[in-house]
């Protein structure tokens, strides 16, 4: 039986909490309460429609969050690798493509946008004067990004080769360097970013864990959350603080401070 035919007003708390426990040793914590809290909601449907009695309803959802914690998922990018990437980019033997890639690059890490956000980009989103980049981004909103330094300098470089006329900001470009008019997908650009990492010889990354680093960097920089919060588009500074990977390196250097002693043998 599928979620669509489950006779959802007939759950009971011995039902629920199977849910829970089976959630519990599938899921990590945030997963398996996200999938807890959209059953409630439809428990709570089953009850306003009146296919539930309000004492089996309260019963059904008296349920406690999956507690625990996992590693962060993703990485944040080394200032290192972040220069191998770009160069990657300078060298192509392809010049409108390396030129194109150096763009998005620099604005997945120097916007902090998400890659959806990015394949959606207009040259119309893009102020040249202001440096900033109206995203479109989760659950409709929109917001004004202002750019990292030297992110407009690759932003013009390739819009000398893309050209003024109207349509995505960020497009296809064909082996022979040949530039389409067209929005790419999340998919495409996801895929520009894995063929770039191998080509400068970096650990893969995420379009995500480029975002990651901008967040990252903001803070190490001395940016106030709730700023980072709204230049990255979070609705909540929790979810800003999760993206912050600074602890990561000031626990390698800790560890770094002690040393296990050689052999002597």
């Known amino acids: 039986m599928n979620a669509i035919d489950l006779p959802w007003h007939e759950m009971r708390y011995q039902h629920t909490a199977a849910v829970r426990s089976a959630l519990s040793e599938k899921y990590a914590p945030a997963t398996a309460n996200r999938i807890l809290s959209a059953m409630r909601a439809v428990l709570k449907e089953a009850w306003r429609l009146g296919r539930m009695s309000a004492e089996d309803f309260q019963r059904a959802a008296d349920l406690k969050n999956v ?16 220069l191998l990437l770009f160069r990657s980019c300078d060298q192509d033997e ?3 493509r390396g030129i194109r890639d150096a763009a998005l690059l620099a604005i997945l890490y ?14 119309s989103d893009y102020n040249e004067e202001a440096e900033t980049l109206r995203v479109r981004g989760k659950g409709n909103k929109e917001r004004l990004a202002p750019l990292a330094s030297g992110c407009g300098r690759r932003l013009s470089a390739w819009l000398n080769i893309r050209g003024q006329g109207p349509g995505a900001l960020l497009c296809p470009v064909n082996k022979g360097g040949r530039v389409t008019i067209r929005h790419m997908s999340g998919q495409a650009i996801w895929g520009i970013i894995l063929r770039r990492a191998d080509m400068a010889k970096v650990e893969r990354f995420s379009p995500h864990d480029a975002r990651r680093t901008f967040i990252s960097d903001l803070l190490d920089a001395g940016a106030d959350l709730s700023i980072a919060q709204q230049l990255a588009g979070h609705s909540s500074p929790a979810t800003t603080a999760r993206y912050d990977r600074r602890g990561e390196t000031a626990k390698r250097k800790a560890a770094s401070r002690i040393e296990v002693p050689g052999l002597t043998i």
Do not use: I, N, Q
């Open 67 to 82: 507690r625990g914690d996992r590693l962060p998922a993703g990485r944040a990018l080394t200032r290192a690798e972040l």
């Open 94 to 96: 392809c010049r409108p």
């Open 110 to 123: 120097g916007a902090g946008v998400r890659r959806a956000e990015a394949a959606k980009l207009a040259l």
